[in-house]
């Protein structure tokens, strides 16, 4: 069974600190690996990751896929209140019929002022 | 707006009865999908459409679950006799056929509580 595990499933942190959150997974077919965010109630695209080592970034956010590792993690510098959402990784896998996204169960941020 | 829209946002029924959600995707996306969002938990595949054939089911989708995408544009999600463990964000989402069809376009979902 594929398996998307995400830590820590939840973060408070003050407005302006690093943190970095994590995702492993175990799946057959492994097509690639994304990152949403989910303030309230769409999650939004973040970032596809495919390529091992290649770092994705945007703004103040940044993820990378570890393949070897079977992992990726994203990266959110300097904070803001803004920030305040969860993240899911999600890990897309192909099928028979073409493929599905298989999501972990998110780590809920909280960035206090 | 150019986005994935749902209706209703919010549904509250009562045990037993049936209910049926609406999803319209982006326009030009022919793969469509619905997903299952409770609490403390990520979206969970419910099933997927490329145009209008129903391509996946996830063993998740009982019998009482069905869905359709008669012309290859909207969708419905029917529910029939919803059990209180059918209460549920159910969140649709579109992607397009191109090379990066994996970055799905998430709807802002219909809020299902059963009484």
């Known amino acids: 069974e594929d398996k998307v595990v995400q830590s820590p499933l939840s973060l408070v942190v003050h407005e302006g600190d690093t943190v970095t959150l994590n995702c492993s997974y175990e799946?057959?077919?492994?097509?690639?690996l994304l990152w949403y965010k989910q303030e309230k109630k769409a999650p939004t695209f973040l970032f596809m990751l495919t390529s091992s080592g290649i770092e994705k970034k945007s703004g103040r956010l940044s993820s990378i896929l570890d393949k070897k590792e079977l992992s990726s993690i994203l990266n959110i510098t300097a904070t803001q209140t803004g920030d305040s959402a969860i993240y899911l990784c999600?890990?897309?896998?192909?099928?028979?019929?073409?493929?599905?996204?298989?999501f972990g169960k998110g780590t809920s941020l909280l960035v206090t002022p | 707006d150019t986005g994935v829209s749902q209706n209703p946002r919010h549904k509250i029924t009562k045990r037993g009865q049936n209910v049926t959600f609406r999803c319209d995707p982006i326009?030009?996306?022919?793969?469509l999908y619905w997903y299952r969002q409770t609490l403390g938990q990520g979206p969970e595949f419910l099933t997927y459409f490329q145009n209008e054939a129903q391509l996946e089911k996830s063993r998740l989708l009982s019998d009482r679950f069905s869905a359709e995408r008669p012309k290859g544009s909207f969708s419905t999600l029917e529910i029939q006799r919803t059990e209180q463990g059918d209460s549920a964000m159910y969140l649709c989402?579109?992607?397009?056929?191109?090379?990066?069809?994996?970055?799905?376009?998430f709807g802002s979902g219909t809020q299902l509580s059963v009484l």
């Open positions: 999600a890990v897309a896998v192909s099928s028979n019929s073409g493929y599905a996204l298989n």
């Open positions: 799946v057959t077919n492994f097509r690639s």
């Open positions: 326009s030009e996306h022919n793969r």
């Open positions: 989402a579109s992607s397009s056929g191109t090379a990066l069809n994996e970055k799905l376009f």
